[in-house]
Nanobody, 120 residues
């Protein structure tokens, strides 16, 4: 499975971004998908996950109410809509496949990451 993220960038606090993750190589619509992020000097942390069958999702407390994960199985793409961005959201964002967990070690497939920088 290959995962390719896009949509990162540099924005001001309060702005919005939408990240995309395009998947290829296997049956995408059977994968649970997740988003993680890693800030400089910090461990990779869970952001959000979405189930493959019913689109059920859950979020880290730090992004709940601001971020929305969604998927389009027809296009083999998962999205992360990020609203009201804060400087603390600055990180490299990764999408990952094939787990429902909040722990990165449970995911078998990873994208290369996309940088999000939020300035105050």
């Amino acid at each position: 499975v290959q995962l390719v993220e896009s949509g990162g960038g540099s924005v001001q606090a309060g702005a919005s971004l939408i990240l995309s993750c395009a998947a290829s190589g296997r049956t995408f619509n059977h994968f649970n998908m997740g988003w993680f992020r890693q800030a400089p000097g910090k461990e990779r942390e869970f952001v959000a996950a979405i189930g493959w069958s019913d689109g059920r999702s859950y979020y880290a407390d730090s992004v709940k109410g601001r971020f929305t994960i969604s998927r389009d199985n027809a296009d083999n793409t998962v999205y992360l809509q990020m609203n009201r961005l804060k400087p603390v959201d600055t990180a490299v964002y990764y999408c990952a496949a094939d787990s429902w967990a909040t722990t990165s070690t449970h995911y078998d497939y990873w994208g290369q990451g996309t940088q999000v920088t939020v300035s105050s």
